[in-house]
């Protein structure tokens, strides 16, 4: 069995910086487990500016973000493993993964830090049913739909929106030449209002229908329109759209942490951390996996800092 100083699962931003961050501090036989095909995780699909600042010095796109960091973790000695699943791990610090080279495969450690991030997941804020019809979408597939696959998810878009993610699809979707026929947010705009939202806005006529909620959708095998409710007057108003851009709630890819029989927050679902410790000796965690729903509002990750405080426990255990 191969034996690693740490071993970093989730090659998201906040994995891959969370390497660096332990190599930056002495730790030098590393190994990243990543279960997509490249690294980077969800900033892939975040190309406008906002990120790396801490790291860089400056705000750039999250593919640049990413690819700067990659071009470190190639320099280095640094082992990555792509496409490649992990199924197992174990108190003792023994990982099992499973990719289509090494087959089932078990690897130790001394150390492990777990960056496996979160996924958007349909919550009770979204209670219109969609009737298996196509054309709706979440915010987070729309941008990889329009981001990195190249397409958009309509001609006419009603996108819902709770915080800066769903105004910045909505403005990607014009500058990719569609047409937003409304952004839908349930509270008074100016409740959202800040700063960034007003640089996203700002050239950009989109009509924003405040205190209202999507209620029905309709339409044959596409949708073709839907109703939304004022919650303040209940007055139901139409529109005719041919896709709807759904903002749901975003929940931290906890099941290893879970295996594991973490600590964790029974309301937020992440693991409970005291500066990245986690309540098994040896086992850190980082990134969207402990911050869950609070990522959406979020621009920076504290890999880095997850990593120094992982290679000072390894070289106390030496």
Known sequence: MLKYDLIVIGGGIAGMTAALGA??????????????NNLGGILNQCIHNGFGEKFLGEQVTGPEYINFVQERLLSSNIEIKLESTVIEITKEKIVTYVNQIDGINKVKSDAIILSTGARE?????VIIP??????????GDAHRLINIEGYLPGRKTVVT?????????ARRIIIEGGY??????EDEFDALRNEEIESILDGFDIEIIENSRVIEVHGNSRINGLKILNLKDDVVIERECDSLLLSVGFRPENMLAEMLKL??????LVP????????????????????GKMALI?????????????????????
């Open 263 to 268: 600590n964790i927050n029974s309301n937020t």
């Open 130 to 139: 969609t009737n298996g019809l196509t054309g709706i979408f979440t915010l």
């Open 23 to 36: 190599l930056k501090s002495g730790v030098k036989n590393i190994l990243i487990i990543e279960r997509d």
């Open 121 to 125: 997941i349909y919550t009770g804020s």
């Open 272 to 291: 409970i951390v005291d500066d990245f410790k986690t309540s098994i000796d040896g086992i850190f965690a980082c990134g969207n996996l402990i911050y």
């Open 298 to 318: 979020m621009n920076e990750t504290d890999g880095i800092n997850c990593g120094i405080k992982t290679a000072e426990y390894i070289k106390s255990m030496k």
């Open 180 to 185: 937003v026929e409304a952004i839908v947010i």
């Open 161 to 169: 929106a709770k915080n800066k993610w769903g105004f910045l699809v």
